[in-house]
Each structure stands twice: as structure tokens, then as C-alpha cells.
């Protein structure tokens, strides 16, 4: 799932771009231990907590479809179409996480 984010390849290089100050495998040891720093602390910000998002996104779809039968409106089915997206995408980092885990 972190190899499809866009930003992903981005924080990766930027990261490895700068000098350990060691050569040879003390260098590629330093430089792997940071950047496993830095890719905890992206990832953090970047997906969070998958099931409490996906809970959210259930929870945000669920009423947004409520809204949209008690009031059918554009600005309401915008907003359902929008929540349901947004499940949809967190159902597939989901869905991304589970088969990783699987192999």
C-alpha cells in the first residue's frame, strides 16, 4: 500500500539523498536505520490508524446515505458520492493490508 501513495518514492529519495558520514556497510546500515525512522513517521501521518479510519468512513458513509433518503438533494448525493469514496479507498488499504499480512 506505501508503494502506490504518490508520495511514497519521493520520501524514500529525499531521505537516502543525504551523507551518513560512514562508508561501506556502516554507511548503508546508517542509512537504512533512518530511513526506517523516517518511514514510521510517514507512515503515521500518512495512513494512521487503517481500522479506525475505515470505521470512520463506514460511519460517515452510513449517515451521509441516511441524509440523502430523508432529503435527496445534489449537494446531498454530492456528499454521499463523496463518503463512499472515501470507504471505498479505505477498503482498499484494507484489503492492501490483509494481503501483505497473508504473505
Known amino acids: 500500500m ?18 551518513t558520514g ?27 490508524n487503517i481500522f479506525d479510519n475505515l470505521r470512520e468512513a463506514e460511519a460517515a458513509a452510513a449517515i451521509a446515505k441516511r441524509i440523502y433518503d430523508a432529503a435527496p438533494s445534489e449537494t446531498n448525493r454530492a456528499m454521499m458520492n463523496r463518503c463512499t469514496t472515501q470507504l471505498q479507498h479505505a477498503l482498499s488499504i484494507e484489503e492492501d493490508f490483509w494481503r501483505q499480512k497473508a504473505a
Open 2 to 19: 506505501w508503494a502506490r501513495h504518490p508520495d511514497f518514492l519521493a520520501t524514500v529519495q529525499s531521505n537516502w539523498g543525504f551523507p
Open 22 to 48: 560512514c562508508h561501506g556497510k556502516a554507511g548503508l546500515s546508517a542509512k537504512l536505520k533512518r530511513l526506517k525512522h523516517k518511514l514510521r513517521v510517514w507512515n503515521k501521518e500518512v495512513f494512521g
